[in-house]
């Protein structure tokens, strides 16, 4: 168990929909960060926050967005859903701002099916 | 771009034997690197790191080996077990970088 935590394991939606994928990190991390993992892209970083504020940003379309809040939890927001957007999402934490220092502790992942 | 790839998508060994895991990155300017291990159902978990002022660094079972000249990198599993089957990703990233960059992954199986 990393001690991260993502809710929910799975989600079942349609085209066009929206949805949010919740991710708590570690206590004490300060950074989260959202991937996405597909079949034919691999593990994908999409963003980075640290402490509420957006720190890094990779490969994230302009229809999702994520955000931290004060407590540090962090939600991904998906809209107009496309069946591509079918994958498995992980949440990550680290007490590090910059991604080369300190290790990143996975969560279980959000497996998003849309339909 | 950078790019992280892998040489072996697939790896078959018989436990007990040693495993190697091989790794090409493209990037001359990344100073770190990592491998995850993922087991089925599971998030990516850390093995074990190394930075490219060091050229070997060992772990419990694992050693990973940095070859800058040629930008390569492996990670060695020894007297390889059933619980190591997984797919294992290279990570990579450098000064500036803001992000890591996975590789495809290598699922490693264990024949018994």
């Known amino acids: 168990d990393s001690g991260v935590t993502q809710t929910p394991k799975h989600l079942i939606t349609a085209t066009g929909q929206r949805v949010t994928l919740r991710c708590s990190p570690r206590s004490g991390d300060l950074s989260v960060y959202w991937y996405q993992q597909s079949l034919d892209q691999g593990l994908q970083f999409l963003i980075q926050?640290?402490?509420?504020?957006?720190?890094a940003k990779g490969n994230i379309l302009e229809r999702f967005s994520a955000q931290q809040f004060p407590d540090l939890h962090s939600e991904l927001n998906l809209s107009s859903l496309e069946l591509g957007d079918s994958a498995l999402y992980f949440c990550a934490s680290s007490v590090a701002a910059r991604q080369g220092y300190g290790e990143q502790f996975f969560g279980p992942g959000t497996r998003l099916t849309v339909l | 771009g950078e790019s992280v790839g892998l040489h072996l998508p697939t790896l078959s060994v018989q436990e007990g034997d040693n495993s190697i895991i091989n790794c090409a990155y493209s990037?001359?300017?990344?100073?770190?690197f990592i491998w995850y291990k993922q087991e089925s159902g599971k998030g990516p978990q850390f093995i074990i790191d190394?930075?490219?002022?060091?050229d070997k660094r060992q772990g419990q079972r694992v050693t990973v080996l940095l070859n800058k000249t040629v930008k390569h990198l492996s990670l060695q599993i020894a007297a390889t077990q059933p619980g190591d089957s997984a797919v294992y990703f290279c990570a990579e990233t450098g000064q500036g970088a803001q992000k890591l960059v996975f590789g495809q992954g290598t699922r490693l199986t264990i024949n018994p």
């Open positions: 990037n001359s300017a990344s100073d770190y």
């Open positions: 926050y640290y402490n509420g504020e957006e720190r």
């Open positions: 190394i930075r490219s002022n060091m």
